[in-house]
């Protein structure tokens, strides 16, 4: 594995205790095989019936490079020599990966073949134990980078700081034979704003079921997406303004979208808030409903779950109190 940092920075993450552990839990049976997709190039499909909530896949990522790189002139990022040097140490198998995956920036974009892989492929990592917007990574891997998108994805990649490595779980039921989907994009967001992004970023035309719906079913669609949006900026931050029926309508929308993983985050920040409104039974309610939704998508690794657990030891009175206080519970 590569990492791509400053040197401070290098040294502490190379003695971490994590890179003596195995990357656990790895299914025994695989459930997919990676082929060519109609349209779509490679990509994941079933080998049999997925449950939703099962681990599909685990694996550590071959590159890892903060976004906040700072590259001796843009000159040697644009013409790959940066890239070509920071991979010269990977093992050869790791550099047939890295040099299998599809580049999807087109040859106007002036970018080499290397970092157009690279950037095409690339999926957030954490180098913190909790996700830190301030210092964001991101990490190529040789089997989920190969997953294509879906705006009402099938799985939910997510990243486990503790064994480090990404891991695929399966957002609903996947048939054998049916497409393991991800997110590329934000997707509580109308269809043109999702369709701008990925042609913008990964320059395809997003042609899923979601995007390709009559005017007015999109027109429903783009509604959810947006109330959906608004309702997870105001809970998110923790303002006491959520009702228990507006979070209930917003986890709706989420589900009539089949979005999993962000009607597991709705359920996370509401707890939250209700918590802060001082409505003890309630927010230990939603909270129970936020650690089970966000186990099934993220697994036990999960900073969601761990938080929420913490909330689920404290009683409501105990949460009345803290509300009252004017105290994050
Ligand atoms: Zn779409």
């Known amino acids: 594995m590569v990492v791509i940092d400053r040197l401070d920075n290098l040294q502490d993450i190379a003695g971490w205790s994590v890179w003596k552990k195995p ?39 071959i590159v890892v490079t903060t976004r906040n790189v700072a590259v001796n002139g843009e000159e040697t990022y644009n013409d790959g020599t940066f890239h070509r040097n920071c991979i010269t140490g990977l093992s050869e198998k ?6 299998s995956l599809k580049n999807s920036f087109p040859p106007s974009s002036g970018l080499d073949m290397l970092p157009g892989m690279l950037k095409s492929n690339y999926l957030e990592v954490d180098m913190t134990e909790r996700p830190d917007p301030e210092r964001p990574y991101s990490g190529c891997f040789p089997i989920l980078s190969r997953i294509n998108h879906d705006c009402s994805p099938s799985a939910n990649y997510f990243f486990a700081f503790e064994p480090y490595c990404g891991q695929l779980w ?52 783009d509604t959810r997406r947006i109330g959906l949006s608004k309702l997870l900026a105001r809970s998110s931050t923790r303002s006491g303004l959520i009702s228990a029926a507006e979070l209930q309508q917003g986890v709706k929308w989420a589900e009539d979208e089949g979005l999993a993983a962000i009607a597991a985050h709705a359920a996370y920040y509401g707890a939250g808030n209700l918590a802060m409104c001082g409505d003890g039974e309630l927010a230990l309610e939603w909270a129970r409903r936020g650690r089970d939704a966000c186990r099934m998508v993220e697994g036990e690794g999960s900073y969601n779950v761990r938080e929420l657990e913490q909330l689920l030891a404290l009683s ?9 206080l004017g105290r994050r519970p």
Request: aromatic share 4%; charged share 25%; net charge neutral.
């Open 94 to 99: 790791a550099r047939a990966a890295i040099l």
């Open 170 to 221: 399966a957002a609903r039921d996947i048939p054998d034979g049916g497409e393991i989907t991800i997110a590329y994009t934000t997707l509580p967001a109308p269809r043109v704003d999702r369709q701008a992004h990925l042609s913008e970023r990964y320059f395809f035309t997003c042609t899923c079921v979601a995007c390709s719906l009559p005017p007015i079913e999109a027109a429903r669609s």
């Open 23 to 61: 990357v656990a839990p790895v299914p025994i049976d695989s459930c997919f095989k990676l082929e060519d997709i109609p349209g779509k190039g490679m990509g994941m499909v079933a080998t049999r019936l997925i449950h939703a909530g099962e681990l599909i896949c685990a694996e550590r990522p």
């Open 316 to 324: 409501p009175q105990d949460l009345r109190l803290l509300a009252r």
